[in-house]
């Protein structure tokens, strides 16, 4: 295609670093030492990892110790569900019951789909309302029926598709009453929102590093340091004895960097976003009257990640749009995942009480910190006219 | 004539044509993930058009990985044609056409077979699929043409229009599996290998840093994971009634032996038939008839394969069509990589119903298979046999 601008609107999938991280990963490139040798380039390393964590704790509310730093958000997520599931279970084999929300990143569903069919974990995924947000009640409920058996709770912190924020504070409440230790995918909700970890409750917290405009390939889980991990991966012990593995330098620089720009600049970066949501949605409204938004209201902070845009195209293919807008340099996503290179409609819609059909006509276009004025205006003005084109597509 | 066809467009400006000299078009590139496709579509890109490569997914549940020589349908199809469209440098994406798949060839299959016939796969999503619903998506979707990596040529007529030949390499072509396109199908088709050997296309795609250049080529029937056609069909038709087993007989009504089901046989299988006793003659014998119905299969000797007429109906015309009660000296194709056979071929006064006399006898004519009418290298058109008539004894 000719020189067409690229307009980015897919923050959520992937987010550029910012000039801070760059600038700390690059630092330490060329630098030799493996932060588990004891010499003085060893040493050096060490030292840069150990600060990282630190960063890393003050930005988000925990001790050092409690950050435990892995290949990324899904590695993260298998070792909070299945490290807590095991861990709990050694200790009381009636432990087997897993409460999760129906709308959980395939990080966590697709480790818990597997503990039930290969560890006798019993699934429990739990209702959403039509906004994709988690019914307290249900939870309750669930939990009371048989206290004892439950092995964890994992509710998402915020969810990728929809942007609507879970009711962490009830979460964490309703299990409190019953020791029931609380996991939480915390990974789009860094820098969007304000997240305190130890204010917050919950016993675990997966962050990655690429969505908050840190380099791709490194996350942490945050943990706390009372809570018993069964490891996934054995090696070398590096992380807690629970995570072993050689840990990358460089990245875990960048990281730290990223989450400490990405927590000390929230606020602004939510206000900033809030006013560009707000002019894509009006946008949208304004070239397809019949879109229709999908997840909790724009424009109230505790709801919504000011970052999202969610929309059902009636009659259109998402998989079209999405084509068309490619050709024209704008790019988002249809926010469902590919199941073995199928798209199929998204679990997340479903859950929400959309039908197959609305849920395939669906686009979500994610902000960031490059996302400017003149991006929103360009999906403005291509918007109609590509969802006239697949609309015909589909007739 | 029928147009089953719908050909929705998004604007009433017509789609600009494939095969203007000089045209540059929107081309939608279908990928397999094997060789031919890949080369295609860097050709058409090498042509000057405006290319995006898809992968059609056809499969409800994909593979992850191919078992044997398929090139099509799995996750790793998927993600050598995603690499090849990388090395060209075209956008790519995966059109889900499952369903649609399903609903109109392997559910045609299935369907075909428990009448006793031996349906053509290829043939039906050339028709239904490649060059249907893939075509009226992309016109939809502001395209102009769909390329794929078939063998055979396109040549434009003096009136504008454009006609469908067979490839150069004659081994390798496929215009028998084309011959059910019809005049507004090719006017929106490209088959930019029509005129090149197929060891050719396998030296470009290596220059040209294709991995693909040495992937086998596919043979078998592409949603049959394993190859076993006989197996796939036991399953999802052993239990479809009529079709339940029955007797193997000869021609004289003595019953030979029993088996499971009709759908496990074709016109003119030797293979596979489990009859105890040889022939009186020691001669092999082949499948002569299949009646679904009393699920009675009939055998005998191989002369008694010979067939000198074939009824087909369904006509389809790539082009110009022969009229209505008109007689026309052609050749005739019998099934994908057969022989020619030199046939007068009429069209009944209703223009649906085809007779083909044939000059010569072919043998093992199954009914459900179609025939390719061609003059000289052209195609003329197809019919699906529906009948046949022994040579007279």
């Known amino acids: 295609m000719n020189d067409v601008r690229t307009v980015y609107l897919d923050h959520a999938a992937t987010t550029p670093m ?302 079209s749009l999405l084509m068309l807008l490619d050709a024209r340099g704008i790019e988002c996503s249809t926010g469902s995942a590919c199941s073995a290179g199928v798209p199929q409609p998204s679990h997340v819609l479903l859950a929400m009480g959309r039908d197959a059909d609305a849920a395939r006509s669906s686009l979500r276009f994610s902000l960031g910190h490059t996302t400017t004025e003149a991006d929103i205006d360009a999906v403005a003005a291509a918007l109609g006219p590509c969802v006239e084109r697949a609309r015909a597509a589909r007739a | 004539m029928r147009s089953p066809l719908r050909w929705g467009r998004a604007s009433s400006a017509p789609a600009r044509r494939a095969h203007d000299r000089g045209a540059v078009v929107k081309v939608v590139a279908a990928m397999s993930g094997g060789v031919d496709s890949a080369v295609a579509a860097a050709r058409a890109v090498d042509a000057g058009h405006e290319v995006t490569g898809i992968h059609l997914a056809l499969s409800r549940n994909p593979k992850s990985y191919r078992s044997g020589a398929r090139g099509c349908c799995t996750i790793e199809d998927s993600n050598d044609a995603r690499r090849a469209a990388d090395v060209i440098g075209i956008p790519f994406y995966i059109w889900d056409l499952s369903d649609r798949f399903h609903e109109d060839v392997v559910e045609d299959f299935m369907d075909t077979y428990a009448a006793g016939r031996t349906p053509n796969p290829c043939l039906r999503c050339n028709e239904k699929i490649k060059f249907a619903a893939v075509l009226d998506r992309a016109l939809a979707l502001g395209f102009d043409a769909v390329a794929t990596g078939h063998y055979a040529r396109l040549e434009p007529t003096a009136d504008g229009g454009v006609e469908l030949h067979r490839a150069a390499d004659h081994g390798k072509d496929q215009s028998y599996v084309l011959g059910v396109l019809d005049d ?28 693909v250049a040495d992937k086998p080529d596919s043979h078998d029937i592409c949603f049959v994971a394993d190859g076993d056609n006989a197996g796939w069909l036991r399953e999802k038709l052993g239990d479809r009634v009529p079709n339940q087993g029955g007797a193997i007989v000869d021609e004289a009504g003595e019953v030979l032996g029993e088996h499971e089901g009709t759908y496990g046989f074709t016109i003119g299988q030797r293979k596979g038939l489990r009859i105890g006793r040889p022939a009186p003659d020691g001669r092999p014998r082949y499948v002569l008839g299949i009646e679904p119905v009393s699920g009675t299969v009939t055998v ?23 009229a209505p009660g008109s007689v026309s000296e052609v050749t005739v194709q019998l099934r994908a990589h057969g022989d020619e056979h030199r046939a007068v071929v009429r069209l009944d006064d209703t223009g649906d119903h085809v007779d083909i006399e044939l000059l010569d006898p072919a043998y093992g004519i199954a009914p459900g298979q179609a025939a390719v009418l061609y003059q000289g290298s052209r195609v003329v058109g197809s019919a699906t046999i529906d009948a046949t008539d022994r040579v007279s004894a």
């Open chain 1, 18 to 319: 910012v000039p801070a991280a760059v600038e700390a990963m690059t630092a330490h490139l060329a630098d030799v030492g493996n932060a588990s040798s004891l010499h003085a380039s060893g040493r050096r390393a060490r030292r840069v990892v150990e600060e990282s964590r630190e960063t890393i704790a003050q930005a988000l509310g925990c001790r050092p110790g409690e950050v435990v730093f892995t290949s990324g958000g899904t590695e993260a997520d298998n070792l909070a569900v299945k490290g807590l599931y095991w861990s709990r279970r050694a200790v009381d084999p009636v432990r087997r019951r897993i409460l999760a929300s129906s709308v959980e990143h395939h990080a966590v569903l697709d480790p818990l789909d597997w503990l039930a069919e290969h560890e006798d974990a019993g699934l429990e995924l739990l209702p959403v309302d039509d906004q994709g947000r988690l019914v307290p009640d249900a939870l309750a409920a669930s939990i009371a029926h048989d206290p004892g058996s439950v092995a964890l709770v994992s509710v998402m912190w915020a969810n990728n598709e929809v942007g609507t924020i879970q009711p962490i504070g009830d979460v964490v409440a309703i299990a409190a009453e019953h020791g029931v230790p609380v996991h939480t995918d915390a990974v789009q909700a860094i820098g969007a929102v304000p997240v305190d970890f130890a204010a917050s409750g919950v016993d675990a917290m997966t962050i990655s590093g690429h969505k908050v405009g840190g380099p791709l390939g490194v996350g942490a889980l945050v943990v706390r340091r009372e809570i018993e991990l069964t490891a996934l991966v054995h090696g070398g012990g590096q992380e807690r004895d629970v995570r072993s593995g050689t840990l990358d330098v460089p990245a875990v620089a960048g990281f730290a960097a990223a989450v400490e720009v990405a927590v000390k600049e929230q606020a602004d970066h939510a206000a900033r976003l809030a006013v560009l949501q707000h002019r894509l949605v009006d946008a949208v409204r304004r070239a397809v009257p019949d879109a229709v938004l999908n997840g909790a209201s724009t424009g109230s902070a505790d709801e919504r990640l000011p970052g999202n845009v969610h929309f059902s195209f009636p009659g259109c293919e998402g998989d």
């Open chain 2, 184 to 211: 507004r199908q090719l006017r929106h088709s490209l088959f930019p290998l029509g005129d090149t050997p197929k060891d050719e296309v396998r030296r470009e795609a290596a220059a040209r840093g294709l991995l």
């Open chain 2, 300 to 322: 005998g000797p191989h002369e008694r394969l010979a067939i000198e007429r074939i009824h087909a109906d369904q006509p389809r015309w790539c082009g110009t069509p022969l």
